[in-house]
């Protein structure tokens, strides 16, 4: 299995905005399967929580309610990439973001998601007052 890798985490201060990528190993997010693709962040001192996620056949999304109206997730696969638009952001969305593989055909569950388990090195975001 192959690691997905982040980029695009910073420094900025609240209400700012960044936008995350996720370079997806070729065929994960295929035509031809469909899958689910999260983000997910950790915080200092806290478990990683499932941010956004979308499904690469369908392209429906699910937020958390802490990053509903906020952030968007989409995906381009001709070049293998999830992407997160994080607008008005707050303090607590500090942290480091992962993106992660859902297993081949199961739904977006954020609470209880199925994952291949292969983690990125992930990217940091902080935001300040």
């Known amino acids: 299995q192959v690691q997905p890798v982040e980029s695009g985490g910073g420094s900025v201060q609240a209400g700012g905005s960044l936008r995350l990528s996720c370079a997806v190993a070729p065929g994960y997010i295929s035509s031809t399967s469909s899958r689910c693709m999260y983000w997910f962040r950790q915080a200092p001192g806290k478990e990683r929580e499932g941010v956004a996620a979308?499904?690469?056949?369908?392209?429906?999304?699910t937020y958390a309610d802490s990053t509903e109206g906020r952030f968007t997730i989409s995906l381009d696969k001709a070049k293998n990439t999830v992407y997160l638009q994080m607008n008005s952001l707050k303090l607590e969305d500090t942290g480091v973001y992962y993106c992660?593989?859902?297993?081949?055909?199961?739904?977006?569950?954020?609470?209880?998601?199925?994952?291949?388990?292969?983690w990125g090195q992930g990217t940091q975001v902080t935001v300040s007052s």
């Open positions: 992660a593989y859902g297993r081949p055909w199961y739904p977006c569950a954020l609470a209880d998601p199925e994952l291949l388990g292969n």
């Open positions: 979308i499904y690469t056949g369908r392209g429906s999304t």
